[in-house]
């Protein structure tokens, strides 16, 4: 019955079979081609284009341009000038006729120290003086100008 024919024929269908059903399961990746770099092989997914880096805002959103004088400029000043220029002093100290205007802003204080000119005795601008962590005098003259515009 079984003749070493038939069974070859049979061992031969069942190896092709098993063959074939392990070829269709296999989950095959194509080589890359060889001009093709090894990570497009290694790295499939999803690619997006970078995108520019957004422009800095311009310094007129974050705060206006704000003219402060220097501090030389402010030496010889009257209180007419201080006035119109810085606006009310935060506080004043008067003393043997010269008076100490102080300016508080949250980045700085300034002093500045007013003695009396000349025969009228009007008081002027003698010495000016910043306090603040790191502050510079002239960053200091435009913080004062900058909250007397922002008040108005």
């Excluded at 004088?69 to 006729?97: M, Q, Y």
């Excluded at 003086?129 to 100008?145: F, H, I, Q, Y």
Aim: overall charge neutral; charged content about 20%.
């Amino acid at each position: 019955m079984n003749s070493p024919a038939g069974l070859s024929r049979r061992l031969t269908a069942v190896l092709l079979l098993t063959f074939l059903a392990g070829c269709a399961g296999a989950n095959v990746t194509p080589s890359p081609a060889p001009d093709t770099p090894s990570t497009a092989a290694t790295n499939p997914g999803p690619r997006t284009a970078a995108l520019p880096k957004p422009a800095p805002e311009p310094a007129s959103k974050h705060e206006p341009a704000i003219e402060a004088p220097k501090a030389a400029e402010v030496i010889g000043w009257d209180t007419a000038a201080l006035n119109e220029t810085f606006g009310p002093a935060s506080l004043v100290r008067r003393d043997l006729g010269a008076e100490i205007w102080q300016y508080r802003t949250d980045e700085c204080v300034l002093f500045l120290f007013l003695y009396p000119a000349g025969t009228e005795g009007a008081l002027k601008v003698e010495h000016l003086d910043a306090r603040g962590s790191g502050t510079a005098t002239e960053t200091c003259l435009k913080s004062v100008v900058r909250r007397f515009v922002a008040r108005g």
